[in-house]
């Protein structure tokens, strides 16, 4: 014992020295450190000073600061951004479902504005807008160079004005010009409709009203079908979704899992980390789920899509994802401002991260771009296809029932809607054609 005393004891003396002589040279460290914080504080007072006294025209102060807090934080990450009294105001209205504006979801990559993704019904949609596109030009003044927010101002303008934007798209040899209509845009978060036995939501957005709308439209079509054994499965339609808040992904996400992790945060100290675990309850009861994603589902459809696919619980089917794998936490600031902050990356069940990366779908689809009919008759309409029944004096078949003859219509009618389907969205009608698969192979009708 006395012995292990007094090695604990030299051991206590030599870190105290150890201690001693480390600590010196980081107490020195950091004085200088701070002095130089100071001195580069200092100089950001010079140059503010000079401009307010020598710029060739009179400058707003209030203005010349908001833009040197916003360059520091769109320096960090396309994310982070500084967000003056109005603009906090207008992000909340946004996440509570209904704003003013285009409906078109934007980032910054390399200087340059890109759709994230059109808001499903908005004037954005409707004009053409596509996720991927850039925008160059706003009523003919260039945004290359601009902050993403200097930018989105000036997109913003009253209800009812004309706004004329100049996008840059892949596939297209020239920008070209699309006017469109400002007007007042109201979120519906779920729309939901059946589709040949399959329950499609089409998820627009995670705002506040995402998880109690998705719920009461899956419960609705549901009740629609005659029960939950009347349908085939259920479509999670996430395209140029571009995301939203992170507690409703993980709602959505829950609403289809029984157990195990939805989704884990990590900030930089690993003591921020969270890992948000599943409770038991699943509103699909088991049936088989596909989930649709593109290039325009972002942020907390990618979490959705994540979860699910790791966990085995749906298939994603479509295109990759945008790849946005960052947690933005808003923080209020003096004066009614806020900042929007980086502060976490998120990763799926499976630990993996999908920033930059995007999640890859289980079965590539692309959506193939609707081209005319290449034969027409002289009234532009496609041809008929003749079958052996159209013939003048064909043979009856005979060894049909009533019954059955009907079915065999009922079955051709639904074959019918899903060629006129795969030529309005193919890509869900891909979707549905998995769903039919799965459910014949489980055995049911």
């Known amino acids: 014992m006395k012995k292990f005393l007094m090695a604990a004891g030299a051991g206590t003396l030599a870190g105290v020295i150890v201690t ?45 600061i908001e833009a040197a807090i916003n360059g520091m934080l769109t320096s960090l990450d396309p994310h982070s951004s500084y967000l003056p009294p109005d603009d906090a105001e207008d992000m909340q209205v946004q996440t509570r479902g209904e704003f003013g504006g285009l409906g078109i979801e934007v980032t910054q990559e390399e200087g340059f504005v890109k759709v994230v993704s059109p808001i499903d019904g908005t004037p954005a949609a409707d004009a053409g807008v596509e996720s991927g596109d850039y925008i160059t030009h706003v009523d003919g003044e260039s945004v290359l160079g601009l902050t993403l927010d200097a930018a989105v101002d000036m997109m913003r303008g009253p209800v009812g004005s004309e ?56 419960a609705d079509e549901v009740e629609k079908a005659g029960g939950i054994d009347k349908i085939n499965g259920f479509v999670i339609d996430l395209r140029n979704n571009p995301g939203g ?8 996400s829950d609403a289809f899992l029984e157990k195990g992790e939805i989704v884990s945060t990590r900030g930089r100290d690993p003591q921020d980390g969270e890992r948000i675990n599943a409770t038991p309850g699943d509103l699909a009861e088991g049936k088989p789920i596909v989930v649709l994603i593109n290039g325009g589902s972002a942020s907390a459809s990618e979490i959705v899509a994540g979860a699910l696919q790791d966990h085995h619980r749906a298939v994603v089917v479509g295109t990759k994802s945008f790849g946005k794998g960052s947690v933005q936490t808003v923080m209020p ?66 060894s049909l029932t009533e019954d059955e003859i009907q079915h065999i219509k009922e079955t051709r009618e639904r074959a019918e809607e899903s060629a006129k389907l795969r030529e309005e969205d193919y890509q869900l009608a891909y979707a549905i054609d998995i769903l039919k698969g799965l459910t014949t192979l489980n055995g049911s009708n």
Do not use: C, H, W
């Not at 140059?47 to 010349?64: C, K, M, S, T």
């Not at 089409?202 to 995402?210: A, C, E, G, Y």
């Not at 689809?365 to 005319?372: F, I, L, M």
């Open 163 to 218: 706004i004329v934007i100049t996008l840059v798209r892949e596939g297209e040899s020239e920008p070209f010009d699309l006017s469109i209509i400002r007007d007042t845009i109201k979120l519906v978060a779920v729309r939901a409709r059946t589709e040949q036995k399959a329950v499609v939501l089409r998820v627009s957005k995670f705002n506040d009203q995402t998880y109690e709308n998705l719920e009461a439209s899956l």
């Open 245 to 252: 808040l992170l507690n409703q992904a993980i709602k959505v």
């Open 20 to 64: 001693t002589q480390i600590a010196a040279p980081l107490m020195a460290q950091e004085s200088k450190n701070s002095t130089s914080v100071y001195e580069q504080l200092d100089l950001f007072g010079d140059i503010f000073e000079r401009i307010r006294a020598q710029y060739v025209e009179e400058v707003d102060e209030g203005d010349l």
């Open 333 to 398: 600031l003096r004066g009614d401002g806020a900042m929007r902050l980086t502060t976490a990356r998120y990763y799926t069940p499976s630990g993996r991260s999908i920033q930059a990366l995007g999640v890859s779908p289980d079965i590539l689809v692309a959506q193939p771009r609707r081209k005319p009919e290449e034969v027409e008759d002289e009234n532009g309409a496609p041809p008929l296809l003749r079958s052996e029944a159209d013939l003048r004096g064909s043979l009856n078949n005979d």
